[in-house]
């Protein structure tokens, strides 16, 4: 299995542009999350999904979207970039097999807007 | 809304001493706990879990955590650190249903010669 994979792993973005980074999984997990990563702060929740065709937001959802047509994609789509997007992003899974909030993270995408 | 205090930002420790990464966290439930590691420019590794039972739990790299429900603590240990282990240490815990977790702020690890 190749686990949580992320795509792009590196991303540079003027403000104002559009992108997508992927994120797919292929341990059959139902939970998906996306979380971003700044100095100081930790990890913080973007979306998250429980199955298919069902997602929710986190603590920071704005500027942010998502959509889970399969088990194995979660992408998150950003819809008009701004510097205060710059992190490190990470996707992650999990399933209830041994406790549903052990999350099996992804390498991360490092996007730096300018 | 569930929080989880990493109250040291940066803690120095010689190699051979001993560790201690403090964590406390505010959940009315029974939580389920987590300590991962980053090193630098690298993703997030599970060091170690708590979901029931046994309160003190055994990690990878010689790393151990003790559950405290008296004082809403998790706090991480290690005998003896290795230069290897200078890294950043997250706790974090699980949210109630919905199979996500609330990170701390993380504790910068530095080991010193």
């Known amino acids: 299995n190749a686990g949580v994979t992320q795509t792009p792993k590196f991303q540079v973005l003027k403000t104002g542009q559009s992108m997508t980074l992927q994120c797919a999984q292929d341990?059959?997990?139902?939970?998906m999350s996306w979380y971003r990563q700044d100095p100081g702060m930790g990890l913080r929740l973007i979306h998250y999904?429980?199955?298919?065709?069902?997602?929710d937001q986190g603590e920071v959802p704005n500027g942010y979207n998502v959509s889970r047509s399969t088990t194995e994609d979660f992408p998150l789509r950003l819809l008009s970039a701004a510097p205060s997007q710059t992190s490190v992003y990470f996707c992650?899974?999990?399933?209830?097999?041994?406790?549903?909030?052990?999350?099996?993270f992804g390498p991360g995408t490092r996007l730096t807007v300018t | 809304a569930q929080s989880v205090t990493q109250p040291d930002i940066h803690i120095t420790v010689s190699e051979g001493a001993s560790l201690e990464l403090r964590c406390n966290y505010s959940?009315?439930?029974?939580?389920?706990l987590f300590w991962y590691v980053q090193s630098p420019g690298q993703g997030l590794q599970l060091l170690l879990k708590?979901?029931?039972?046994?309160?003190l739990v055994q990690g990878i790299k010689g790393f151990e955590a003790e559950f405290k429900r008296s004082q809403s603590s998790f706090n991480l240990r290690k005998p003896s650190v290795h230069w290897s282990d200078a890294a950043e240490y997250f706790c974090?815990?699980?949210?109630?249903?919905?199979?996500?977790?609330?990170f701390g702020k993380g504790t910068m690890l530095l080991v010193s010669p």
């Open positions: 992650a899974s999990s399933y209830e097999g041994t406790g549903p909030y052990e999350q099996y």
């Open positions: 341990m059959n997990h139902e939970y």
């Open positions: 999904s429980v199955g298919a065709g069902i997602t």
């Open positions: 959940y009315g439930a029974t939580p389920y």
């Open positions: 708590y979901f029931s039972g046994d309160t």
């Open positions: 974090a815990v699980g949210e109630g249903g919905y199979s996500t977790l609330t």
